[in-house]
């Protein structure tokens, strides 16, 4: 059955084995002292090998080869020899992960959440709550904080744990969470994977991964999964979404809240009351729609995580002040016709277009628009805000596009966001 092929103890995977970690980041890292403290190995090595160079033999000799989520396998190739394709399959069977690891050790105390956008809000709002309510305890992780092999000790006993899975992370999965979410499906990572084909078969092993007995959660505009276990379509009507009161904006952020009433009904047994009080004290994630402060009469809102056209669209239609929308960033390739259309036809908002994406945004929508206007870089662009934004108004950094190649991450793009306002802002109140 999917799933099973690597639910086998730890002696029984590592003990013995010559390990290869392969990339050696922050959960490389993790991994290799989870190791020491929790296997007897023959011997374990350290790789920074291309996954070209992987394919010529750089993982020869090794029985276990536990990768980091952001390296590119099998290497991207228009097409593989015979010999290469069968190089490949004999690597990807000694190819695992530390999310692999600790699912199959975990997976039926696991909780695991993917999606393309509202994975940090969803996972964060389902460990409040539960830790809240279940009087369990609650351990949150994967793509969200540490490496999820560093709550390892910890996820033992009466516990829930609750992770946030990427689309690397699941990319070669072989095993999934007894209960799994997928919230939503658009267009991303696209300079990673090529097709959206190809991202939905990634994201999609969080279901076809699961087994006989396992529940999943499946948003409205995620394509059907074959998979054995039991899947429930999440449509919520309006009447669904009674007595859900956010301190968050955006009607996704209420659909998100109800994916998380659902699961800790249906699955905890706990009290339709305790979970819409719970939610009532949850607080946004920074980077998210967050308000950063009020300067020389503006307000001026965080919502860095955006990397996607419909999210920079939520944003300026969330927060009832909005009025300036910053976007752009590295340009991966998607489609930003959503987003050019909604320009258009909404006069009332003005976009700040920067970067990468930004020039290629302009370019495309021409230059009829009165509402659109480009900046070389984020500092321009909020000098362009301070300029543009009227009193009383908003101003909201949601880029749609990724912060590499300007920024370390989206997180610093918004630090650095907030730094640029204050240094602009002559006068601030809260």
Request: glycine fraction near 8%.
């Amino acid at each position: 059955m999917p799933g099973m092929e690597l639910i086998m103890t730890t002696d029984h995977l590592f003990n013995d084995k010559k390990i290869l970690i392969w990339g050696y980041g922050r959960e490389g890292k993790s991994t290799e002292k989870w190791l020491e403290g929790h296997t007897s190995p023959a011997a374990v090595e350290i790789s920074s090998a291309t996954p070209e160079e992987m394919l010529k033999g750089a993982g020869d000799g090794f029985d276990v080869i536990i990768k980091s989520p952001g390296i590119v396998w099998p290497p991207k190739a228009d097409s593989y020899s015979a010999e290469d394709a069968e190089r490949i399959d004999r690597i990807s069977a000694k190819i695992t992960s530390q999310t692999e690891i600790f699912i199959s050790t975990f997976r039926d105390k696991t909780i695991g959440v993917t999606g393309t956008k509202g994975k940090s809000t969803t996972v964060s709002m389902l460990a409040h709550v539960l830790s809240e309510t279940s009087g369990k305890k609650v351990i949150l992780a994967g793509n969200i904080g540490l490496p999820c092999l560093d709550y390892y000790d910890e996820a033992e006993g009466d516990s829930i744990v609750v992770l946030e899975l990427s689309c690397h992370q699941l990319k070669n999965a072989k095993t999934a969470p007894h209960i799994s979410v997928f919230l939503d499906l658009y267009e991303e990572h696209l300079d990673y994977y090529g097709t959206m084909e190809a991202y939905f078969e990634a994201k999609s092993h969080i279901v076809s991964r699961q087994v006989a007995g396992d529940k999943a959660y499946i948003g409205e505009n995620v394509p059907e999964i074959k998979s054995a276990s039991e899947q429930i379509r999440v449509v919520p009507s309006e009447s669904d979404m009674d007595g859900i009161e956010l301190e968050l904006y955006g009607d996704h952020n209420r659909i998100n809240a109800y994916f998380v009433k659902k699961i800790c009904m249906e699955n905890f047994g706990i009290s339709e009351s305790e979970v819409l009080a719970s939610l009532r004290s949850f607080e946004a994630l920074p980077h998210r729609m967050k308000k950063i402060g009020t300067y020389e009469g503006i307000n001026f809102y965080d919502d860095s995580i955006s990397t996607i056209p419909e999210a920079a669209i939520s944003a300026a239609t969330s927060i009832p002040d909005v009025q300036v929308i910053l976007v752009g960033g590295m340009d991966r390739g998607i489609s930003y016709t959503v987003l050019e259309n909604f320009m258009k036809e909404h006069a009332e908002f003005k976009f700040i277009c920067m970067y990468a994406t930004g020039k290629r945004i302009t370019e495309e929508i021409g230059t009829d628009l009165t509402n659109v206007y480009y900046e070389e870089d984020l500092e321009g662009a909020v000098k362009k805000a301070f300029e543009i934004t009227d009193k009383g108004r908003g101003c909201i950094l949601s880029p749609a596009a990724a912060s590499y190649g300007y920024f370390k991450n989206f997180e610093e793009r918004g630090d650095v966001y907030g730094e640029l306002v204050a240094k602009h802002g002559s006068d601030k109140s809260v």
